[in-house]
């Protein structure tokens, strides 16, 4: 004889059955084609219609550093500046996370700089495949708000970033080998003068007594530096070429030349300042002045078309040398 929760579990078995040969009939594949279409078309309609709010986080962008050069402005200020050139940055996806606190973790993942398909892993190639863009030498993703996705397969141009606006680069710095105390922590080293042979540049002593007789985690020390990850805030953007796609900022930006670089919008100067302005409500003083606008969800290569090919920022810096006016 079956027991009860055979029984049971072949009741509700059937019940299942029945309800989805119902539903099935009720809902024919027609109308669940349709209705992802209609929700397609209303979601393409929102994201033209989507504006940038104090609020939103958009996508950064990967970037090479190219070198450094100098601009001069319409004062004739010498402007020092570095270059970086985008090499075909597309999106190739979108990622959404729930985590254990329950937060929605939203992020738009970037890929830039073509390499052949022989020297790609079978993965990538195909993660490449599906999000329909050639394959990519590096992949990043970035954080954003739900509002700032990017559709995949997007072609992201230079004037993403608005000249005059405020952004931060993210790169390893210039690894210089093993290097002693004095170069790496700025230890003065012994005495140069007599009675100390051949260690003026020793660290000197390191440890204790016999008790712990051992030197604790963290000391510093000789050892490698340089090659770290750096963070330099708060660069303005003086120049966008969007025929080349190349983003002028100025002063230095971490990492050898021809190096990746992570470049995104100056937190410190947008999202957190926009917090602590929309506390008072003064909503207009979010963006840096001389900037009405940023390209929402992202400054694609449609955009760059319909814009001229060079564009400068206003100059925010007077010369000393000419009179007042």
């Known amino acids: 004889m079956l027991g009860l929760r055979t029984v049971c579990r072949r009741q509700q078995l059937a019940l299942r059955r029945q309800l989805h040969a119902s539903a099935t009939v009720a809902n024919p594949s027609t109308a669940s084609l349709t209705t992802s279409s209609d929700k397609t078309t209303a979601s393409s309609e929102s994201a033209s219609t989507q504006k940038w709010t104090p ?6 962008l990967i970037a090479r550093k190219r070198g450094m050069t100098a601009l001069w402005n319409d004062q004739g200020v010498r402007i020092p500046v570095t270059v970086l050139q985008l090499e075909n940055c597309q999106v190739t996806g979108n990622i959404k996370t729930v985590r254990k606190d329950h937060t929605v973790y939203h992020a738009v993942q970037v890929a830039a700089s073509d390499r052949p398909a022989k020297t790609t892993s079978l993965q990538m190639l195909g993660h490449f495949r599906k999000a329909k863009v050639p394959p990519k030498r ?66 000197g002593s390191t440890g204790q007594h016999q008790d712990p007789g051992r030197i604790f985690p963290g000391k510093k020390m000789a050892g490698r530096m340089g090659n770290k990850r750096i963070t330099t805030q708060n660069l303005p953007v003086v120049r966008v070429d969007t025929a080349l796609n190349l983003i002028f900022v100025k002063g230095t930006v971490p990492g050898v030349d021809d190096a990746h670089v992570l470049v995104h919008d100056a937190k410190k100067k947008m999202v957190a300042l926009s917090s602590h302005n929309q506390a008072k409500g003064l909503y207009e003083k979010v963006l840096p002045k001389g900037v009405d606008d940023l390209p929402f969800p992202a400054g694609t290569a449609e955009l760059a078309k319909s814009l001229p090919s060079i564009i400068d920022a206003p100059s925010y810096r007077r010369s000393p040398f000419l009179p007042l006016e």
């Open 55 to 60: 609020n939103s986080i958009r996508t950064g």
């Open 138 to 203: 590096i992949v990043k993703e970035f954080p954003v708000t739900p509002d700032a996705l990017v559709p995949v397969g997007t072609t992201l141009s230079a004037i993403h970033f608005v000249p005059g606006q405020f952004v931060d680069v993210v790169a390893n710095s210039i690894g210089k080998g093993f290097q002693g105390g004095m170069k790496r922590w700025g230890f003065h080293g012994l005495a140069a003068s007599h009675g100390v042979s051949i260690s003026h540049r020793s660290s």
